[in-house]
């Protein structure tokens, strides 16, 4: 659980104009006759052209429909050139971008939400739109894999833990809690970029807005063990929990996903570490800290090592610094599994054992990871 | 919270009028001409006068160059960030990387520019080199002052340069204390008249040496609790006195030699790397405020030696008066450390009042973060606290629960130069 949630969004948008195009969503003041309109209603999206020259292209944007609407121009892969979000009902706006030639789409989304409304667009002239690496769009495929991957896994872990919540047995719940979450603290920022599914399963009691009711992981975490006991209300959260994951596991392939969406997801991981798991905030109940901790920095690595190929060419001391402290970090956790010769278990010391001098120790480590990691994003970009 | 003659001087020779940071960074090169000026020109400041007048502005920069590390004999600032670290790398290259790489940012922050390429400009894509909450702010004084802990030389093969002068410290009667708040590999003592300026530049070097190192506790401090001014103010501590009235004057060149500053022949030839640096001693003393507040007037004054008011010596009219020490009570702090009782110890103080919030009972978590110089820890600081811990009146109303001795090396020379070099220079 945190509290921004919209990092992955905002840096591919960002990533979309750093790698073809520089992009700018300010209001603009271009003539009308250069301008396409662009005439939004909640089931149609009309342009007034279909071809425009590349350079400065303006979008004269009218929402007529009933709900608020983004419109965007995207590239054929939904890759984000630019875009303008919560445009209201009955108002207006004009968006601008730098667009070098090729085939884009305009994207009228009603709501806000969905694949939207689409228009061609084509931009001619000025030599060809600028390709990503595209060891960078292999990297994007398969971390868009790994978070489908992590999301397929987890499903069958939460029905193994909503099982035994709903057959009333403690015991064998908080056996399956910690584990059910690691594909969610793997994939973390890529579940969160859905902004309404991580406040349903993954909220700490701390983090409730007025008058939202606590679900999901850590409201069952507290039941069983600060509680000690199932009742009527505890299966049903359970039950929802996992048409809560399943929303999230049809949706995480949809999520829009850039290498440097990537890798400032493996940062905000380590940040996921550094506010949460070092602190024992995280699962105060359970003590499973670490469990999520594991499962942290593994999906951080995952992310780095799918950029690896790219950085290590634009910056080979930043990835042999990230090579050594992913290790240093790794070795460190090492040393609180309870079964020291399996390192496959996610068995680990539980975290209210852990003293003030070792959570120091692995809170510098983290912090040694964390440096490095957040110049990843631009060691991918630069060229 | 000892009580010696210091050393006083204006300290003026170190600092030259520089522009703030903002102009600088506006200015581009007018940096470096700026920097010569400083080293240069060495404006001989008069004697006497506020320690603002004397030295400059309050906002001027302080020269990082010299043959002593600025922050010792250079004027008190108002405000202090100290930070003590402990190395976690074991590669004596990239510790040494590290040293040069804090120093390259220190020469910069003390001029009052930012570290690497700033704290905007940049790619969107990276977090600035610089963390930005210093821009626009002068220099105000700024000086960064490193110590090798005696830990550090368990390390990197230095066990045969540890000088015996850097003793540790043995456990004085009373103190209590805490492991996390004490030691140290290195520490870090920033001193500037805007707590901001201190505050950033501890930050910034701690965020370099991440992986390299990790700050191990860190200590702020207001309201310098000493001068090295002559003629200045003299500053009073939490308990309302004045204190340290007659510390060593950066002016006092002969005393810092004697006191203060390691000498070419000090230790053998396994010391030689200490010429010109100095020994630290830090203690966190807690102080009883509430207790205190409720004792009597004459209690307190009986305590210190000293009137309140004026400051002045018992059974005397001023504050700068040659105190009688036998006209005070035999365990009056003043009277216990006072160089004359102590067989002419004198050691350079230069601490801060601190207060770190409430205790969670309601009591201030306040007191001294005193800060010591001296040219060998066992003929300075040790043998002043002996006595101080076994008589001293205030030990009622204070209990030390942190401390920490660092080998202070001498100070950068120049541009080439850097933290640490006469230690770990392989040429060297």
């Known amino acids: ?383 | 919270m000892t009580e010696t003659d210091q050393i006083q001087e204006p300290g003026g020779a170190r600092a030259g009028a520089t522009p703030s940071r903002r102009a600088v960074l506006g200015w581009g090169g007018a940096g470096l001409a700026l920097g010569a000026a400083a080293a240069g020109g060495a404006v001989a400041v008069a004697t006497g006068g506020d320690e603002r007048a004397a030295g400059q502005a309050a906002g001027g920069a302080v020269e990082f160059h010299g043959a002593h590390q600025a922050g010792i004999a250079t004027p008190v600032q108002d405000r202090l960030h100290f930070a003590a670290f402990d190395v976690r790398t074991g590669d004596r290259a990239e510790f040494v990387r590290l040293l040069k790489d804090w120093t390259a940012a220190a020469r910069r922050m003390t001029a009052g520019k930012a570290v690497g390429d700033g704290a905007y400009g940049g790619l969107a894509e990276a977090p600035p080199d610089d963390t930005g909450e210093a821009l626009g702010l002068p220099p105000s004084r700024l000086t960064l002052t490193i110590g090798f802990g005696p830990s550090l030389f368990g390390k990197f093969g230095l066990a045969g340069n540890r000088p015996a002068a850097l003793a540790d410290l043995p456990k004085f009667p009373g103190d209590n204390l805490d492991a996390s708040r004490s030691g140290g590999d290195l520490c870090v003592q920033a001193c500037a008249d805007d707590p901001q300026v201190a505050v950033h530049a501890i930050r910034n070097l701690a965020r370099i040496g991440f992986g390299k190192v990790a700050i191990r506790w860190s200590q702020l401090g207001f309201g310098k609790t000493s001068s090295t001014t002559p003629g200045s103010q003299t500053p009073r501590n939490l308990f309302g006195f004045k204190d340290g009235t007659r510390n060593i004057a950066g002016t006092e060149t002969g005393r810092l030699e004697r006191f203060v500053w390691v000498g070419e022949g000090d230790g053998g030839p396994d010391d030689a790397w200490m010429a010109g640096g100095s020994y630290l001693v830090a203690r966190r003393i807690r102080m009883n405020i509430e207790t205190w507040d409720r004792t009597s007037l004459q209690e307190q004054e009986d305590v210190f030696g000293r009137d309140k008011g004026e400051g002045a010596p018992a059974g005397k009219a001023k504050e700068h008066d040659e105190p009688f020490l036998k006209a005070m009570k035999p365990d009056a702090h003043v009277r216990l450390a006072h160089p004359d009782a102590n067989g002419g110890i004198t050691v350079l103080r230069r601490g801060y009042s601190f207060t770190d919030g409430t205790d969670g009972l309601g009591r201030l978590d306040a007191g001294l973060f005193f800060l010591a110089y001296q040219r060998d820890v066992r003929e300075g600081f040790i043998p002043l606290q002996r006595r101080l811990a076994a008589h001293d009146a205030l030990n009622e109303y204070i209990q030390h629960v942190g401390s920490a001795v660092f080998a202070i090396p001498p100070g950068v020379r120049d541009e080439n130069d850097w933290w640490g070099r006469t230690l770990l220079s392989e040429e060297a």
């Open chain 1, 1 to 383: 659980m945190r509290a921004v949630r919209r990092t992955v969004v905002t840096a591919a948008a960002t990533a979309a104009a750093l790698t073809a195009l520089t992009a700018c969503t300010a209001k603009s003041d271009a003539e009308d006759g250069d301008a396409i309109r662009v005439t939004a209603a909640d089931d149609t999206c009309e342009t007034s052209a279909g071809t425009v020259p590349a350079g400065h292209v303006t979008l004269k944007i009218e929402n007529k429909g009933s709900k608020a609407t983004e419109v965007e121009i995207v590239f054929p892969d939904d890759r984000i050139v630019s875009e303008k979000e919560n445009i209201g009902p009955g108002t207006k706006y004009t968006l601008t971008a730098e667009v070098k030639a090729g085939s884009y789409e305009i994207a009228c989304r009603p709501g806000m939400k969905g694949h939207g409304v689409r228009q061609k667009l084509t931009v001619t002239g000025g030599g060809t739109a600028a390709k990503r690496d595209p060891r960078l769009d292999q990297a994007v495929a398969e971390y868009r894999q790994y978070a489908q991957d992590q999301a397929d896994g987890t499903l069958p872990r939460v029905e193994t833990f909503v099982k035994a919540v709903e057959a009333g047995d403690v015991a064998a719940a908080k056996k399956a809690y910690a584990v059910s979450r690691l594909g969610w603290e793997r994939t973390e920022p890529v579940a969160e970029s859905f902004g309404d599914i991580d406040p349903k399963v993954d909220v700490r009691e701390d983090g409730l807005e007025d008058g939202q009711k606590w679900t999901g992981w850590h409201r069952l975490e507290k039941a069983l063990w600060q509680d000690g006991r199932i009742g009527a209300e505890e299966k049903a959260l359970a039950g929802r929990l996992v048409t809560d994951l399943k929303d999230w596991q049809k949706r995480v392939g949809r999520a829009e996903i850039t290498p440097t969406s990537m890798a400032n997801g493996a940062k905000e991981l380590l940040d996921e570490v550094a506010t949460g798991k070092v602190t024992g905030e995280e699962d105060r109940y359970a003590h499973t800290d670490l469990v999520d901790f594991k499962g942290n920095v593994e999906g951080a690595r995952k992310a780095y090592e799918l950029l690896e190929p790219v950085a290590a060419k634009n910056d080979p001391a930043l990835t042999a610094e990230l090579d050594k402290q992913f290790a240093a970090l790794e070795t460190l956790l090492d040393k609180y599994r309870t079964d020291k010769a399996d390192k496959t278990s996610y068995e680990f010391v539980s975290y209210d054992k852990v003293g003030k001098e070792q959570r120091k120790e692995l809170s510098d480590a983290v912090n040694a990871l964390a440096e490095p990691l957040s110049k990843l994003a631009a060691a991918v970009v630069v060229k």
